[in-house]
């Protein structure tokens, strides 16, 4: 409104006085631009103390503390033997952002690829099946960046050192103001990160053909507009589940005993079954069985196959295992699966 009322009287007076007028214009709409970036600055670092009570009580049930979920589990006598660490984090982009939201990962700074006791990374996007509808499940995100890393040990290297500076702002004035950006435009509410063991590793023996395309420890290859998606790389099949306590070691003991043919069959890059590293899960899944695939095709044409159906098929018991005590419920909710697409996929020389 201000420069508007200006601009009405600028023809009128002094080339003098329009240049102080200029001068007044600009004043105007720097103090305008500064007083925003002021208000949704404070909006997003304003200490708890001064937020409303909404506020809070959106916070505590939206976000988890970094501290919580590193909150490491304690193990029972017989549970398996960690073999790799998966690093997750979880956001919720807001509708028409997803093409944003990828670019800004795409153009980022990383050196991620370089790092010792790196295995695989991607940005996964969720994807439905057969017209399902996840929105139910809103509060934990339609993206997730997922890390393997070799131990915990090389992730917590990592996640200390100048390396995860780099890659999440660096802490200068310009990478705030992007941070700000993401924060309130592009994302609804807080990432959550998420946790876990890598139980049972197995990965195809076939030549990777991402594991080539990392410059200085990231994807300079991949171009994003911000307007249309990156191309997915990979396909993600995830199947959830809820174990109870006392059911959590024959649930691993069955895993490891199960035969795989996932190794030989075509698209298969790997699997991993996850064990949460928490004291508790906050979408109440402890276990994730994850399989990785070139492409959907090759995971459907894997879900139609008899390895599939051996794999998960009802045989009925022998008759000593049908004489048994009946053992506790293994599940406390049924499983259930999610998909995703992969980009800006990583690889390390020596496979996931």
Known sequence: YLCNKNKKKFNKRTPGRKLANLYTMTLYSSLIVGLLVLVSAEAFISSPARLTSHSLQQNARLSMHFEEALAEKTLQEGSLTRERYIACNRFKCRPKAAAKFEKRWVDRTSRLAELDGFKWFALLRRVEEYGADYSAEGEFGNYMSLTVWDDKDSFNSWRTGEAFKEAHGGGG??????????????????????????????????????????????????????????????????????????????????????ESELKDLPGFRFFNMLRRDATEADDGYNYISMSVWEDR????????????????????????????????????????????????????????
């Open 297 to 352: 095709g090759s995971f459907e044409g894997w879900r139609a196959s008899q390895q599939f159906n051996k794999a998960h098929g009802s045989e009925k018991p022998s008759g000593e295992e049908a004489s048994k005590p009946k053992a506790p419920p293994m599940f406390k909710t049924p499983p259930k699966t999610a998909f995703y697409e992969g980009k800006v996929v990583l690889e390390s020389a020596g496979g996931p």
């Open 173 to 258: 004035i310009t990478d705030f103001v992007k941070l700000l950006g993401t924060a309130l435009f592009i994302l609804d509410g807080a990432p959550k990160p998420a946790f876990f063991d890598g139980l049972l590793p197995l990965a195809s023996d076939a030549p990777s053909k991402i594991a080539s395309k990392a410059v200085d420890g990231w994807r300079k290859d991949i171009v994003a507009d911000g307007e249309n998606l990156v191309e997915p790389e990979v396909f993600v099949a995830m199947n959830r589940f809820s174990i109870p306590e006392e059911a959590r070691i024959p649930f691993e003991q069955r895993w490891a005993k199960r």
